[in-house]
């Protein structure tokens, strides 16, 4: 069901597919966007764009989606400069970087996570080892890090001297603010794919909120939370405070909307304006969703402004503005292009 922009901007409350939009205003892009130039690859943030464009070439040099997902969202693990994915990610409030990641193969339905993983500057490549060499889903802590080293991962130190200095300036100055109020210092990569085959596959890793109690784990590694794939339909990914996202389910409830018939920008904005109706904080959730689905349709939402997404296809590579809900009464969120 293709949906017009027009129907989708509201002030007040419009009907949509037999859904009311009320309470906020949906600043959305100009068109659905759709391209048939596989594979397709989208991802959070800026920083994504040089995972995508990895994972292109992983894939153009005969390897896997799976393989792309990975190796791309290596990527980012291994920059030292980026302070919120793998090596040189912002510790927890004891200094320890403690790293989430999952990762979904469409055809199969399967999936890998670890949670919680020290001294593993790639946890992506810990969770596909999950998927492929256990029988199960989910490693946490100890486990997950014994395991990593069971299948030839090397320990390392993962606090880079700028991500000591920031542990330790908030150490003196911060640490009485509420753990809420770091949330500048956190972001994720999460990674979608749709293969030449019409496939889908998606990761997702991040070192999660900077400074958070040891022990915490966010919506990043959790299937349906952080990231969900469903070959059939669509897959979705997340960013954002991770607590807010895991309380809705997010990525599982993207995916749903896009088996309604939504478009994946559609879907993100239903999400969003779902989990702000019953939640107390309302459009304050700070969380930011990725989506693609099976024909090509690809799209973003976000609450607020600034959320910034890359896609990346054999043609073209390009960061886009996501869709922003606000208050009704915030001011407009420009929207740039992108052609196919
Ligand atoms: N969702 C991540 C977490 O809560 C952080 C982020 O993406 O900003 O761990």
Not at 263 to 270: D, F, G, L, N
Request: aromatic fraction near 6%; hydrophobic fraction near 35%.
């Amino acid at each position: 069901m293709e949906l017009s922009r027009r129907g989708f901007v509201t002030k007040g409350t419009a009907i949509i597919s037999g859904t009311f939009y009320n309470r906020h205003e949906v600043f959305s892009n100009p068109n659905i966007r759709k391209t048939m130039s596989r594979p397709l690859i989208i991802s959070t943030w800026p920083f994504g764009e040089a995972a995508n464009k990895k994972a292109m070439e992983v894939i153009n040099s005969g390897g896997s989606s799976l393989d792309a997902v990975e190796k791309g969202i290596n990527v980012t693990e291994n920059d030292k400069e980026n302070t919120s994915v793998g090596i040189g990610g912002l510790p927890n409030s004891e200094g320890i970087v403690q790293l989430d990641a999952c990762i979904m193969n469409g055809p199969k339905h399967e999936a890998g996570s670890v949670m919680g993983l020290e001294k593993i500057r790639n946890p992506i490549s810990v969770a596909r080892k999950v998927m492929e060499h256990t029988r199960h889903v989910q490693l946490v802590g100890k486990g997950a890090q014994k395991f990593a080293c069971s299948q030839g991962f090397i320990k390392e130190n993962l606090l880079t001297e700028k991500s000591k200095k920031k542990w330790l300036e908030w150490k003196k100055d911060n640490q009485k603010k509420s753990l809420e109020g770091s949330s500048e210092n956190h972001d994720t990569i999460a990674l979608l794919i749709l293969d030449e085959d019409g496939n889908l596959t998606g990761g997702c890793s991040t070192s999660g909120l900077a400074f958070k109690l040891p022990g915490r784990v966010g919506d990043s590694p959790i299937i349906g939370s952080g990231l969900y794939v469903d070959n059939e339909i669509g897959a979705a990914g997340a960013t954002g405070i991770g607590e807010n996202v895991l309380r809705h389910c997010c990525s599982f409830m993207i995916v749903e909307f896009m088996r309604q018939g939504l478009s994946p920008e559609e879907a993100c904005i239903q999400a969003i304006q779902r989990a702000a109706k019953i939640d107390p904080k309302g459009i304050d959730l700070n969380i930011f969703f990725i989506a693609l689905d099976k024909t090509g349709r690809y799209g973003a939402a976000g609450t607020g402004k600034g959320f910034q997404y890359s896609v990346t296809t054999p043609k073209q590579s390009g960061i886009l503005d996501s869709a922003a809900l606000s208050d009704i009464d915030a001011g407009p969120v420009g929207g740039n292009e992108f052609q196919n």
